[in-house]
């Protein structure tokens, strides 16, 4: 009667880590579960324990194989039972204790209906990404950097981002890393109303793939100690300033070339 529901809605399930938890199984150490009422099929939503949940179930059968199948677990049971409040209240359990991968939390938080990251996903999908733990071709691993971009500089910014790398590189998974977003998000962000978006593709396609990218960046970041996604920045501006005369350069506010 006990099941996770909504996968969507918590971390994924973890087969070695309910293995060690039944192997150093302690009955007087077990914590509730956490699961909503029944649903019409008499299945309970395990919001929190999973993992306690299978690692009782493997700790019975090797103990007691004949009392395995009417083996209990204490549960506390919150009247809420849809997948957002199910996320939420995962969400905020594991949050202030052992760290969430941020990429399941990111996930987790779209389920739970929050801000920014429902916001942050819906533009994801618009520009044919989707975010993925794995580095595979239309994923996105770094929602940090795509929660950065969007606190500096809006969601509007963030999709011209993706919108600009996806016409340059398609589906690379690399064109999509953590500088990346960061670096172009900065570019974006300070020159996007100046910026001819078929020169941009042109100049960088033509010469740049996005390992060369990241890797002038990094060269230009040992002379000028600054952080990375800056110097990929303006590694991007030089490049669309190359051959340009000096009326159509983009220029920072404060500097010159």
């Not at 009955?27 to 009782?56: S, W």
């Not at 690399?174 to 100049?203: S, Y």
Request: include cysteine; hydrophobic fraction near 40%; glycine fraction near 8%.
């Amino acid at each position: 009667q006990l099941s996770v529901v909504w996968v969507q809605a918590q971390r994924p399930y973890n087969d070695k880590w309910a293995q060690r938890i039944a192997d150093e199984f302690d009955p007087d150490k077990f914590d509730p579960l956490i699961v909503t009422r029944p649903n019409g099929e008499g299945i309970y939503h395990v919001i929190e324990g999973q993992h306690r949940r299978h690692a009782l179930e493997l700790y019975a059968a090797k103990t007691s194989p004949a009392a395995a199948a009417n083996e209990q677990a204490p549960c506390r049971i919150v009247a809420d039972a849809d997948p957002s409040r199910a996320a939420e209240i995962w969400l905020g359990i594991n949050q202030g204790r052992k760290r969430i991968g941020q990429i399941y939390a990111f996930q987790v938080g779209v389920v739970a209906g929050r801000e920014p990251e429902v916001q942050i996903n819906e533009i994801v999908l618009q520009n044919d990404y989707q975010i993925s733990p794995a580095k595979v071709q239309n994923g996105i691993s770094a929602v940090v950097a795509l929660k950065t971009v969007h606190q500096r500089a809006g969601i509007e910014t963030l999709g011209h981002v993706l919108g600009t790398i996806r016409a340059i590189w398609g589906s690379d998974p690399t064109a999509v890393a953590n500088v990346m977003i960061k670096g172009f998000g900065i570019f974006v962000h300070e020159f996007g109303p100046h910026v001819d978006g078929r020169r941009l593709a042109q100049k960088l396609s033509h010469k740049w793939s996005p390992y060369k990218l990241i890797e002038a960046a990094k060269s230009r970041r040992e002379n000028m100690q600054t952080h990375l996604d800056v110097e990929l920045a303006e590694v991007i501006r030089r490049e669309y300033n190359a051959g340009l005369p000096d009326s159509k350069k983009l220029r920072h506010k404060q500097a010159n070339d």
